[in-house]
């Protein structure tokens, strides 16, 4: 039996785990403030540019789904993508819809906190709609 | 003659201009509190994920080589990669250094001001080795 991949104990923390993609863990931050989208790729690197390149092109092409994706369902003004890591080292890529209305535009969201929290039938419909669209395996 | 590409005025004022390589523009962004350097596609649009496949894996190639650049020649612990475009919306993707020692960390640095300035032969320096190393074209 393949051994689930283990997720960083404060990205459980911060984030709904949605299901996985394309060998990407999809996690919604709790933070409704703005949709705010994170992939975790199925490796022990924590440097995007050290995933082989294939790895790095199926990564590619998840985020460009998954941007597309943010951007059909929410109103939004500009995507965010980022791979940061400088306080969980696990590998994550932030793929985040932000408006001029959101909650901190137009700083970015990291460090911003914000209270609003989605409901269990939000979380339940982007996990749906995630699955529907682009093929989501849930958990 | 080929039009220059024409930068926007914001990251004018905020960077340094080293040069082009594999059509981006590389910029050293003044703030020397950290090594920042800012990737601009010669593009039009604004996202990445509306790049033509092939412009975003020369994008991400170009990502890579400046990555490993930058570990090379700063002692960081970490590197961020970020396409945000809420204030500038040409796009731009950062390729940041981060230590542990510098002068925000684990914050990011966009919204985070430093006084620290590059000499001139810092820059010079900086955008030798990036032609010497990845090809960079000077301007």
């Known amino acids: 039996m393949k051994q689930r991949f283990e997720l960083d104990a404060r990205l459980l923390r911060d984030c709904h785990v949605l299901g ?17 989208f994170i992939l975790a790729p199925h490796t022990t690197q924590t440097e995007m540019i050290d995933l ?14 998954l941007g597309g994706f943010v951007r059909n369902h929410f109103e939004i003004d500009k995507l965010n993508i980022a791979a940061i890591g400088n306080i969980v080292s696990q590998l994550h890529v932030h793929v985040v ?32 709609q995630l699955a529907d669209e682009l093929g989501l395996v849930r958990v």
């Open 20 to 36: 996985y993609l394309d060998e990407c863990d999809v996690l919604l931050h709790r933070n409704a403030g703005a949709p705010w």
């Open 52 to 65: 082989p390149i294939e790895q790095q092109q199926q990564l590619l092409k998840t985020i460009n789904q």
């Open 97 to 128: 819809g932000r408006s001029q209305q959101d909650y901190c535009w137009p700083d970015v969201v990291w460090g911003r906190q914000c209270d609003e929290v989605y409901s269990a039938e939000q979380i339940e419909y982007i996990a749906q």
